[in-house]
C-alpha cells in the first residue's frame, strides 16, 4: 500500500468552472481534448461524463463548452466577480446576464 499512487480531485472551490449535466453528456470526452489547462479528465467508465479534476485552474475560456456536440450538456459557471450584471437607476434592482426572470428589452433609444 506504501508504493500505491492515487489520484483525487481537488475540492471544488466557490467558483465552480464548469457543470456537467450526466443525463446529457454521451462522455465523448471533445471538452477534455479542447481544455488548455487539462481542467477535467476523460472518466474511466465508458460513456460517463468526464471528471472535473482542478477547477481553480480554469482560464473560462469557453473553449469545452464550445466542443460539446450536445447542447446544454456542459455549461460554464462564471465567478460572480466576473458576471455582467447593470442596475436600474429608477428603481434601483439588479440585474444580471442568465437570470430566471430578466427585465424586458430596453427599446427606448440612446440619448445625445
Known amino acids: 500500500m506504501a508504493d500505491a499512487v492515487y489520484m483525487m480531485p481537488n475540492p471544488m472551490t466557490p467558483n465552480q468552472c464548469v457543470v456537467i449535466d450526466p443525463k446529457k453528456c454521451k462522455g465523448c470526452n471533445l471538452c477534455v481534448d479542447s ?3 487539462d481542467v477535467m479528465l476523460p472518466n474511466l467508465e465508458k460513456g460517463k461524463p468526464p471528471i472535473v479534476v482542478y477547477p481553480d485552474e480554469c482560464w473560462f475560456c469557453g473553449d469545452c463548452v464550445q466542443a460539446c456536440p450536445v447542447k ?3 455549461t460554464m ?3 460572480m466577480n466576473q458576471r ?3 442596475k436600474r437607476k429608477d428603481t434601483g434592482e439588479f ?3 442568465g437570470m430566471k426572470n430578466p427585465p ?3 427599446t427606448r433609444p440612446p440619448e445625445e
Open 95 to 97: 440585474f444580471r446576464i
Open 35 to 37: 481544455c488548455h489547462t
Open 77 to 79: 459557471e462564471f465567478p
Open 104 to 106: 424586458p428589452p430596453n
Open 84 to 86: 455582467v450584471g447593470w
Open 72 to 74: 446544454g450538456a456542459i
